[in-house]
Structures are given as structure tokens and as C-alpha cells.
T-cell receptor, first 109, second 115 residues
Framework: TQLLEQSPQFLSIQEGENLTVYCNSS?????LQWYRQEPGEGPVLLVT?????EVKKLKRLTFQFGDARKDSSLHITAAQPGDTGLYLC?????????FGKGTLLTVNP | GAVVSQHPSWVICKSGTSVKIECRSL??????MFWYRQFPKQSLMLMAT?????????EQGVEKDKFLINHASLTLSTLTVTSAHPEDSSFYIC???????????FGQGTRLTVV
């Protein structure tokens, strides 16, 4: 069974601060996705990374896939209250996604 | 991204009755659909994986007779919670993917409350 360890589990910061969320596994994934979920809604895909060492930027969000394709990080610069939500990483193999437990981020104004 | 529509968004039912939740892929052929359950402030727990035209594969601990999954077409999968009990109350989410796609796309989720 593939497992994804996500840390931290909870994070509460002030507006304007930077933060990093980590997603680690002992397994190799063919691809890794990051999702953001707001209460009462389904997760929304933010990014997919497929190449070891890959870095993708989405405005203030920077995603990195580890060289060995076993881990990933999400860095948010100058966090805003609108960034509040549950951030989930998911590793994919054979179309089956394994989810981390998520990081619940609260950005206080 | 691709669009997956889940219906209903919320449902309240009496204990002992059955509830059907639909998951539709609107703009692509969903060869594989996944059903998840989520408790408040927790991550998604995979219940089962269904491939179009085949029987669903259930995760360990999920009762297949209680959570009936049908994936009869490339655009529709249904989850029926049979003889629902209050402990079945939860947020149920489907996702879908298709041939050649790396990602799965999620429905909006269904809030089930059994009273």
C-alpha cells in the first residue's frame, strides 16, 4: 500500500507570511497532484508534476517534485486569507490516486 | 480542467432507507471513477474504484453490499447507500479519470445526513 505523509497537519498563519507544506512517501509515483479543497466542496486540482526535480509556479504558489519522485512541496508566498483551505497531495499510479491526510491552512487577516 | 458533476449536493434521509448519488463526467469519457468518503477536517478515504462495465473494487473495510456502485457507462457512476444508518452520515465525493489522463477530477461532493 502506497502511503503519503503530509505535514504539517494544521497551520495557522498571519496574512503576508510565507509557508511550506510537505508531502513525503517511501514509494515512487508516476505523477503527483496538489489539490485545494474548501469546506463543503470537492477538491480542485492545482497542479500536476511528473518529472523528478520539476518546479512549477502558479502565481504565489510554487510546487516542487523531488528528484526521486517520492516527495513534493508546496510553498506559498505572502499568504492571503483567500488561501485558506485544505491542501491535499495525491500520488498517482495506474490512475489510482493515493491521498495524503491534508494540511488545513488558515490565513488570518 | 475536465468537469465532473455530482448530484445531489445534499440529501437527508430516514434511517433504513436507501440513497443514490450520481457522478457524471460532462466532457470526457470516464473509464475509471473513484468514490471517497470524508469526515470533517479530515482527508479523503477511498471507498472503491470502478471501471466502466466492470464490478467495482472495494477498499478493505468497506461493505460492498451496503455501498452499491454501478458504472454502466463512460459518463455515469452511481453510489447507492442501502439501509442507511446515522453512522453513514458523511460527505461523499466522486472523482473520474480517463484514458491518457494523469489527473482525476472531482465532483462537488454530496452531504448525506441520515436521521
Amino acid at each position: 500500500t502506497q502511503l503519503l505523509e503530509q505535514s504539517p497537519q494544521f497551520l495557522s498563519i498571519q496574512e503576508g507570511e510565507n509557508l511550506t507544506v510537505y508531502c513525503n512517501s517511501s514509494s515512487v509515483f508516476s505523477s503527483l497532484q496538489w489539490y485545494r479543497q474548501e469546506p463543503g466542496e470537492g477538491p480542485v486540482l492545482l497542479v500536476t508534476v511528473v518529472t523528478g526535480g520539476e518546479v512549477k509556479k502558479l502565481k504565489r504558489l510554487t510546487f516542487q517534485f523531488g528528484d526521486a519522485r517520492k516527495d513534493s512541496s508546496l510553498h506559498i508566498t505572502a499568504a492571503q486569507p483567500g488561501d485558506t483551505g485544505l491542501y491535499l497531495c495525491a500520488g498517482g499510479s495506474n490512475y489510482k490516486l493515493t491521498f495524503g491526510k491534508g494540511t488545513l491552512l488558515t490565513v488570518n487577516p | 480542467g475536465a468537469v465532473v458533476s455530482q448530484h445531489p449536493s445534499w440529501v437527508i434521509c430516514k434511517s433504513g432507507t436507501s440513497v443514490k448519488i450520481e457522478c457524471r463526467s460532462l466532457d470526457f469519457q470516464a473509464t475509471t471513477m473513484f468514490w471517497y468518503r470524508q469526515f470533517p477536517k479530515q482527508s479523503l478515504m477511498l471507498m472503491a474504484t470502478s471501471n466502466e462495465g466492470s464490478k467495482a473494487t472495494y477498499e478493505q473495510g468497506v461493505e460492498k453490499d451496503k455501498f452499491l456502485i454501478n458504472h454502466a457507462s463512460l459518463t455515469l457512476s452511481t453510489l447507492t447507500v442501502t439501509s442507511a444508518h446515522p453512522e453513514d452520515s458523511s460527505f461523499y465525493i466522486c472523482s473520474a479519470t480517463g484514458t491518457g489522463r494523469l489527473e482525476a477530477f472531482f465532483g462537488q461532493g454530496t452531504r448525506l445526513t441520515v436521521v
